[in-house]
């Protein structure tokens, strides 16, 4: 799945800087060089071409990590990327078992596999709660499970040495194979969860997220919080998290990662230590495929507060395995970068920001996933600009699917993601949730080695007609929560036809 739209931000910024040969704080002579220069404000593009450091810079030199692929005697597949530097392991095991599987659990079993990952470092057949606590800290090892709709993940980061490892790798093997899913701590549990779900009430930006989700998705498993809700939670029991225990955590329904200081042979060994008594079990079923909205649908939820947030959006795209699939989700990569990035360059930013004063930022993007992950914007306004924002952030997506956007849009940002690349595996951790990434959706292994390539054979007709094919605003679902109805006495304004 995607990165958020702030990590992009802060993934760029450290990748210019990078480029430049720049601290983040400039000196004071190089303030007054870059002012006395002949700067258009309003044309931040320009402005870049005028600093002779960009102009000259060579492009950078990138290895990707080199990827190991092997299988457990169990059967499940493992990426390894041997990383020396530190005497670190970080192990990932993923399930295809995220809060979409819920409902086959017990149709209003919301909030089941969130229980199980919460449940599974809470005591095993041997170790008591405490105990198990104990444990993980006496070797100093980060040991954890979460669950996602799409994934459920298992992680430990350890020691490399034989003394922290093969403990921990025992530890991880115990949780998977041996939870107790005590009732005395579901009860805790379900307790403390309830009294998040009543705060999360009280916050706009989560109401919107999950009124999007419900009616985007309707009765697909994507519509219903990772969490549960209010009604789904007191009513979990210990056989729900039994039974999807011993359906989907299993060698069958699962892929790993390793990155860390290991060679082949030991990391062959680990993977076997940890998965030998995972049964084999079966593989999750394939995702029913979500329906599009076939027409417009705006919801309105009063919320008392001076702000109004809004979430707009449609039904995106699955996780593309295939390498034209590929391509093209990468054409509309870079063609949304430029309408909705996060950065002030970005079309919406510039407009409803900069230009109108609606907002302290406006940013969306795609969320690719098992089956069709959402494509969503979002931006939180003041009470009375609410509907006007919206008609402005509207016209900013109508204009730029008509007229498309620039060549030079386009080559700054194919720059700044060739630039921001190395990021994703610049540290142990970010090399591991990639592997992790790539293993899960089955991406083959030249993936990384391929992304330079794919931004490369990006051209402005392949970005323009990809954002055309995409995105249709004339049947965006919109939804705000705030003071005031923006609908209520409006008219939207009528919109020139696309091309």
């Given at each position: 799945m995607p990165k958020t739209i702030q990590t992009r931000r802060v993934f760029k910024a450290a990748a210019l800087s990078l480029l430049l040969g720049l601290s983040v704080a400039a000196t004071a002579e190089e303030n007054r060089s870059v002012q006395s220069s002949a700067v258009d404000k309003e044309a931040p593009i320009h402005a870049?071409?005028?600093?002779?450091?960009?102009?000259?810079?060579?492009?950078?030199?990138?290895?990707?990590?080199?990827?190991?692929?092997?299988?457990t005697k169990s059967g499940i597949k493992v990426l390894l990327v041997q990383t020396p530097t530190l005497p670190i392991v970080d192990v990932a095991l993923r399930f295809n078992a995220g809060s979409a599987r819920d409902g086959e659990i017990r149709p209003t079993g919301f909030g089941i596999a969130g229980m199980t990952a919460a449940m599974?470092?809470?005591?095993?057949?041997?170790?008591?709660?405490?105990?198990?606590?104990?444990?993980?800290?006496?070797?100093?090892?980060?040991?954890?499970?979460?669950?996602?709709?799409?994934?459920?993940?298992?992680?430990?980061?350890?020691?490399?040495?034989?003394?922290?490892?093969?403990?921990?790798?025992?530890?991880?093997?115990?949780?998977?194979?041996?939870?107790?899913?005590?009732?005395?701590?579901?009860?805790?549990?379900?307790?403390?969860?309830?009294?998040?779900?009543?705060?999360?009430?009280q916050d706009p930006a989560y109401l919107a997220a999950i009124a999007f989700s419900e009616a985007l998705y309707g009765d697909h498993p994507y519509?219903?919080?990772?969490?549960?809700?209010?009604?789904?939670?007191?009513?979990?029991?210990?056989?729900?998290?039994t039974k999807f225990w011993q359906r989907y955590l299993v060698a069958n329904n699962a892929s790993m990662?390793?990155?860390?200081?290991?060679?082949?042979?030991?990391?062959?060994?680990?993977?076997?230590?940890?998965?030998?008594?995972?049964?084999?079990?079966q593989a999750a079923s394939t995702l029913p495929e979500p329906q599009p909205l076939t027409a417009p649908k705006h919801i309105h939820i009063p919320f008392d507060s001076s702000q109004t947030t809004v979430i707009m959006g449609q039904l995106g795209n699955k996780r593309a395995t295939d390498p034209k699939a590929q391509q093209?989700?990468?054409?509309?990569?870079?063609?949304n970068d430029v309408l909705a990035g996060g950065d002030?360059?970005?079309?919406?930013?510039?407009?409803?920001?900069?230009?109108?004063?609606?907002?302290?930022?406006?940013?969306?993007?795609?969320?690719?996933?098992l089956t069709r992950g959402p494509y969503q914007i979002s931006f939180s306004t003041r009470n009375d600009k609410a509907r006007a924002?919206?008609?402005?952030?509207?016209?900013?997506?109508?204009?730029?699917?008509?007229?498309?956007?620039?060549?030079?849009?386009?080559?700054?940002?194919?720059?700044?993601l060739k630039n921001s690349f190395p990021m994703s595996f610049s540290s142990n951790a970010s090399i591991n949730g990639t592997l992790g990434m790539m293993n899960f959706y089955n991406l083959p292994n030249d993936y990384l080695a391929n992304y330079n390539r794919r931004i490369d054979n990006v051209t402005l007709a392949s970005v323009n007609q990809s954002l055309r094919s995409n995105l249709n605003p004339d049947k965006f679902l919109i939804v705000t929560i705030g003071k005031d109805n923006p609908w209520e006495n409006k008219t939207k304004p009528t919109k020139k036809k696309r091309r």
């Open positions: 870049l071409e005028t600093l002779s450091s960009i102009k000259n810079a060579k492009p950078l030199s990138v290895t990707v990590p080199k990827i190991e692929e092997f299988t599974l470092t809470q005591g095993t057949k041997t170790l008591t709660e405490d105990d198990f606590t104990k444990a993980a800290e006496t070797l100093g090892i980060n040991l954890s499970s979460t669950a996602y709709q799409d994934m459920f993940i298992v992680s430990l980061r350890s020691l490399s040495d034989d003394e922290h490892l093969l403990p921990a790798a025992d530890l991880m093997s115990q949780m998977l194979t041996e939870p107790t899913f005590d009732s005395t701590i579901l009860e805790r549990n379900k307790s403390r969860q309830l009294v998040g779900l009543k705060q999360q009430k519509a219903h919080p990772t969490v549960g809700t209010l009604e789904t939670v007191p009513t979990i029991t210990k056989e729900d998290l990662a390793i990155t860390g200081n290991v060679t082949r042979a030991q990391a062959e060994a680990l993977a076997n230590r940890i998965t030998k008594d995972l049964p084999k079990g093209e989700q990468t054409n509309f990569a870079v063609g002030f360059n970005a079309r919406l930013m510039t407009e409803v920001r900069q230009n109108l004063g609606y907002t302290y930022g406006i940013s969306g993007g795609m969320s690719p996933m924002a919206i008609d402005a952030s509207l016209k900013v997506i109508d204009d730029t699917l008509t007229n498309g956007i620039t060549q030079s849009e386009m080559q700054l940002t194919k720059d700044s």
